[in-house]
């Protein structure tokens, strides 16, 4: 079955480390998204790529960063200058051409300890 | 002004009850609208979606679009537990990325 898995479900980091969050997809899908989620405050663009190895920020792109060397995979670290990165973090993913929206992955929460 | 704006809620109905939810925005060039639902701690989910004004039903589901008052709502009829969950509607235009809604936090009592 095509979909995008996201690793691990729950992450714990410490002050100061940096920590890697895994994305991967097997729809043949072009674009790639990375959100993060907060109470009561929806769906927030960190970063996402249109092509393989090209990407933009997003709304809130400090202390996160990304790379795209396949297409299938995008993954996000959060480095230690993100000063709040307690969130529930999305990939989605989505085709040329295909407006009706994206694929979600089934998350991760990352929680500072 | 946000670009999309949703009442957050809880909303908590009886079970069987017509549940309407509702999302504002301000940008007249939307075209795409969608309604995705969200379980805890799971990933969003397509639910319905439409293109211009006009409504679509599917089963229980009904999305209306009113472009010239920018105003989309997604009807529940008869509504079950398992549509217990955080409603986001989301729009988009032909050339940018998708605006999601804060979404609304629906409750369906047994």
């Known amino acids: 079955d095509g979909g995008i898995t996201q690793s691990p479900k729950y992450l714990f980091r410490k002050e100061g480390q940096n920590v890697t969050l895994s994305c991967e997809q097997n729809?043949?899908?072009?674009?790639m998204y990375w959100y993060r989620q907060d109470p009561g405050q929806g769906l927030r663009l960190i970063y996402y790529s249109q092509i393989v190895n090209d990407f933009q920020k997003g709304d809130i792109a400090e202390g996160y960063s990304v790379s795209r060397e396949k297409k299938e995979s995008f993954p996000l670290t959060v480095t230690s200058a993100q000063k709040n990165p307690t969130a529930f973090y999305l990939c989605?993913?989505?085709?040329?051409?295909?407006?009706?929206?994206?694929?979600f992955g089934s998350g991760t929460r990352l929680t500072v300890v | 002004q946000k670009e999309v704006e949703q009442d957050p809620g809880p909303l908590s109905v009886p079970e069987g009850a017509i549940v309407s939810l509702n999302c504002t925005y301000s940008?007249?060039?939307?075209?795409?609208f969608m309604w995705y639902r969200q379980y805890s701690r799971k990933g969003p989910e397509l639910l319905m979606y439409?293109?211009?004004?006009g409504n679509k039903e599917d089963g229980r589901f009904t999305a209306q679009v009113d472009k010239s008052s920018k105003y989309i709502s997604l009807f529940i009829r008869d509504s079950q537990p398992s549509d217990s969950a955080t409603y986001l509607c989301a729009l988009r235009t032909s050339y940018d990325k998708v605006i999601f809604g804060p979404g609304t936090s629906l409750s369906v009592i047994p």
């Open positions: 729809l043949n899908h072009d674009a």
């Open positions: 940008n007249s060039a939307f075209q795409y």
């Open positions: 439409t293109y211009s004004s």
């Open positions: 989605a993913s989505n085709g040329q051409g295909e407006y009706y929206g994206y694929t």
